[in-house]
Structure formats: structure tokens, C-alpha cells
């Protein structure tokens, strides 16, 4: 059980994660640090982290029983009412661990869930997130319902009756069929919003949650999109004219990738994620200073791949290049080389050779903006002039002897 100093007045939470032999204790930290980071962001502060080694996660309360009590133990010496998992866990687990631990009991779908539901602003973020909400209720109901008695009868209403836990599984039945007619109606609109839009190239700003990709729209478009170091501080995707030279495109930020994103959530913000798929160029953005980007890419390509199989051109934008730090090896060290010790110049000649188009900025600080906004321009350029042979830029460019 590892500690941590907390600040008085926030909700106080214990983390729980499990490692199993397929993946490795850096991975495991990993996993629970963003864990405590999506904690802070939902309002609460990490008191303390356990962790257990299991073949898999145990089927009835994810950890082992030993584990349990050392947890049990833990939280009535502290105080504390909150425990969250790393995993999403069964119905049976989570009505297990809550009678196990008498406290109140939290998995890594539960705590996004809640995330999404006070970020969302528009009406169609709401309507995704009461969806998954009620998704990831449904089957859940027999926890909520101690008492399983039937409706009263009497005269007029004779029969077998409801039981309570039948009532509320309708009614949310009901509801979820409401929520996916309007989402439907939410779609059509947005459909015809997109079809509007004249016929300029479309660029979507995808990436891991956190990574910049909302300060970066605002410092190309001029715009004032909400930005701020949290994760998911953007649910609603919005879309900006820029303007590179003598060129116009439509650029869209949407929201962020996480690992081990819901799959109902994936499904609640498809259409959001629309954009995406219907984008002519994806400007991937990556935090450079994450010490795991590169698994962050690759659930990001992944989550891509799901969406749309097709492939799309690519810019590959390394920003927060000002917060990147490493470790130098001794000139005596002949060991090889970790993660860690290598520099931006080395991850610099390492990403370019393997012929993918990178571009290494700090969108706050504004550094090498140069660069992008020409990569951007030539690659926007090469879709606009397929698309459009005969000529439809701004203004003509020409160089110093006067010829286009």
C-alpha cells in the first residue's frame, strides 16, 4: 500500500489495480497513475495505492482475499468511504466488494462515466453520456434493490404483480430506446450541419485525452475553445475555419482517447466521432513529454482503425516539446539505452525515419509554428488541388520572378 499526502475538503479514495503476467509493472503504474489523475479531475484526492500480483483478476472480487482484508483494514483506520478500480468490474464483483468493504465502491467505466457527465454541455454530449450512463446501469439494478417486493395488489388490481427491480428495468429500458431516437434526430442535424459546410478540406485534431489537441485549435484558429489540463476537458467537438496563406480548411477538435475506453462510450460517441471518420486529414497530436506516448499512440490508432478502416493521410504533431526533460547516460555506461535516456533530438531521428510525417512544436509556447502551419498547408494543399483542379485558393501565390 503505497501513501500519499492529501489536501483537506476533497473525497478521499483508495486506487486498486491488479497486475497479471501479460503486462508489465511499468504499465501497471502507468495504469494507475492516469487512474489517479481522472480521481482528481472527478473532484477527489488519492490517499493511497494497492496493487496485487494475480494469474486474473479474481472472479468474484477482483483481488484476492488477503488483499481484501489488508484494504478492509486500511480504509476504517482512515476513514475512508471510497475505493475505485482500475478495471471495470462485473455487477457480482461490485456488489461483492461493496459488502466485503463496507464503503462505497468505484470502477474506471463508473469514474469516466461521471467525468463525461460534468463536462458535457451541449445537448447532444448530454444525451451520449445519459445513454451510457444507463447502459452501464441496466445490469447493475439487483445491487440497488435490497428489498425485492412485489407492487401492492388489492381490488382493481389483482395479479402477480411487478416486482420493483421489473418496474425500474422497464423504465430505463424505455428511456435508453428515448435517448437512441433522439441521438438519431441529434445525427440527422449534424449530418446536414456537415453537408453545409461548402466544399472545403476537412482536418480533425485526434489524440490521447490531455495531450493539447483544444490549446493547439485555439492557436491556429484564433478561436477560444475551452482548454485546460484536466482529462476530457472537451466532450463536444467544434469545428473552426483556418485560414494557412491563401488557403481555407475547416478544422475540428474532438474528444480524447483513453485506454480502456468503455466500450459503451465508444458506441455513445460515435457520432461525435463522425468527424473523424469523415475528415480528409488527421492531425494526430502527442504528448511528447508522457512517459508512455507511445503506447498512447498506439491506442489512438487503434481506436482510429475501429472507427474508420480506412487509411487517411496523417501528420503526426509531437507537442509540449517545452516540458520534455531525460536522463543522460554516463559516457562510461555501456549498458543500452532506456526509454528515459533518450533525447528529443534521438526520438527527432528515430520518428522521421520511419517515414511518417512528424512535426515537433509546444502549442502554448507557440515554438516551431512555423514548420507546422507549412506541413498543415502542403498536405491540405495536396487533398485541396485533387479535389479541386481548377484553382479555388484565396489569392494566387507567386514567387520572386513573377511566376505562379
Excluded at 491556429?220 to 488557403?247: P, Q, Y
Aim: hydrophobic share 35%; charged share 30%.
Amino acid at each position: 500500500m503505497i501513501e500519499k499526502k492529501i489536501e483537506k475538503d476533497l473525497e478521499r479514495v483508495v486506487l486498486v489495480g491488479v497486475k497479471t503476467p501479460q503486462v508489465s509493472m511499468q504499465q501497471v503504474k502507468d495504469y494507475l497513475d492516469e487512474l489517479a489523475f481522472l480521481a482528481e479531475t472527478a473532484g477527489a484526492e488519492t490517499v493511497a495505492v494497492s496493487t496485487q500480483n494475480l494469474q486474473v483478476p479474481d472472479s468474484r472480487t477482483y483481488v484476492g482475499t488477503g488483499k481484501l482484508n489488508e484494504i478492509r483494514e486500511y480504509l476504517e483506520e482512515n476513514e475512508i468511504e471510497t475505493v475505485i478500480f482500475d478495471d471495470e468490474l462485473s455487477p457480482s464483483q461490485q456488489k461483492n466488494l461493496e459488502q466485503a468493504l463496507d464503503a462505497k465502491v468505484l470502477d474506471r467505466t463508473l469514474l469516466i462515466l461521471d467525468i463525461f457527465a460534468s463536462r458535457a454541455r451541449t445537448a447532444h454530449a448530454k444525451t451520449q453520456v445519459e445513454l451510457a450512463q444507463y447502459q452501464y446501469l441496466l445490469p447493475r439494478l439487483t445491487r440497488m434493490w435490497t428489498h425485492l417486493d412485489r407492487q401492492k395488489g388489492g381490488i382493481g388490481m389483482r395479479g402477480t404483480g411487478e416486482k420493483q427491480i421489473e418496474t425500474d428495468r422497464r423504465i430505463i429500458l424505455e428511456r435508453i430506446a428515448l435517448l437512441k431516437e433522439e441521438l438519431k434526430h441529434i445525427d440527422r442535424q449534424m449530418n446536414t450541419q456537415r453537408q453545409n459546410r461548402g466544399k472545403l478540406v476537412r482536418v480533425a485534431l485526434v489524440g490521447y485525452t490531455n495531450v493539447g489537441k483544444s490549446t493547439l485549435m485555439n492557436a491556429l484558429s484564433k478561436s477560444n475553445v475551452f482548454a485546460e489540463n484536466k482529462l476530457f476537458a472537451t466532450l463536444d467537438t467544434t469545428v473552426r475555419k483556418v485560414v494557412v496563406g491563401n488557403l481555407p480548411f475547416l478544422m475540428a477538435d474532438t474528444v480524447g482517447f483513453i485506454r480502456k475506453l468503455p466500450t459503451n462510450l465508444i458506441e455513445s460517441f460515435k457520432s461525435t466521432l463522425d468527424e473523424v471518420r469523415e475528415a480528409d486529414l488527421l492531425l494526430h497530436v502527442v504528448d511528447i513529454s508522457h512517459p508512455a506516448f507511445e503506447q498512447q499512440i498506439e491506442v489512438v490508432d487503434k481506436t482510429i482503425h475501429e472507427l474508420d478502416e480506412r487509411e487517411k493521410p496523417t501528420v503526426i504533431i509531437f507537442n509540449k516539446v517545452d516540458a520534455f526533460s531525460y536522463t543522460p547516460k554516463d559516457e562510461d555506461d555501456l549498458t543500452p539505452k532506456n526509454r528515459e535516456n533518450f533525447s528529443l533530438e534521438d526520438l527527432k531521428q528515430s520518428w522521421m525515419a520511419k517515414g511518417r510525417k512528424c512535426v515537433f512544436i509546444s502549442a502554448r509556447e507557440k515554438m516551431n509554428f512555423e514548420e507546422l502551419r507549412k506541413t498543415v498547408y502542403e498536405e491540405v494543399k495536396k487533398i485541396h488541388v485533387q479535389r479541386f483542379p481548377y484553382n479555388d485558393f484565396l489569392y494566387e501565390e507567386y514567387d520572386e520572378q513573377g511566376e505562379e
